[in-house]
C-alpha cells in the first residue's frame, strides 16, 4: 500500500456527496449511492488494520534500543490515523445522505419516485421504510399525537384554511358537514381535510392563516 495514496478515495467521496449539495437546489435531492467507492474505502481501512497487525508483532520482536522500534512507531501512528480519516470520511457521506431521505419522506410522502428509489442503496430503502412507519406511529391517532405534521412545518395560526375551487369536484363529506366543491366558490375547511385537495390543485389557498 503506497502511503501517497492514503485517503484519496475517502476525500473523492467527501467532495462527491459536497458537491452534490452546491450544485442541487432541493435539500432531499440525493446521487446515486456510490457502492464501488464505498467498498474501495472500506478495503483500503482493512488493509491498514492489517498493516497495522503485522507492525504491532514486528514492534514486539525489535528490541528497546533498536532505532527501528521508532519507524515502526511512526508507521503504526500513520496507518491508525488513515484508519480513522476514512471512517469519518464515510460517516460524513453516510449522515448526509441519512439527512436528505428523512427529508424526502417530509417533501414525498411514503411513495418514492423510480428516479429518486434507484439513488438508493437497499439498505437506505429500508432506511426510509422504517422512518416513515415511526413518523405515521408518531403523527397517528391510536398510539401518537393524532396530527399531520406533514401538512405544515411551521405551526399554522388557525386550524382552518380558506379555500377557492379552481373546478367542479362534486360533493365531498368533511368533518363539518357535507360541501359542493364548485368552481370559483369559497370554503373555509379544516387545513388538514383541505391540504390533500390542494395538493391535487382542486383547491387554492387565499390566506396565510
Known sequence: MSSTSFGKKATELVKEIASSVES?????????????????????????YQESRSLLKKWKQVSEESEEKEGIKAALETH???????KKALMIYLNERVKRIQSLRWTLGVGLPDSISENLSHSERDY???????????????????????????????HKVQVRCTKDHGVIYFKDGVVDLKKDSVHLLRREEAQPLISEGVLEKLDDT
Open 128 to 158: 426510509f421504510t422504517g422512518y416513515s412507519k415511526i413518523l405515521n406511529k408518531y403523527m397517528g391517532k391510536k398510539e401518537g399525537i393524532n396530527m399531520n405534521l406533514i401538512l405544515d412545518r411551521d405551526p399554522p395560526k388557525e
Open 24 to 48: 442541487s437546489a432541493s435539500p432531499s435531492s440525493i446521487p446515486p449511492y456510490n457502492d464501488e467507492l464505498v467498498r474501495s474505502i472500506l478495503e483500503e481501512v482493512k488493509a491498514h
Open 80 to 86: 491508525h490515523h488513515s484508519i480513522l480519516r476514512n
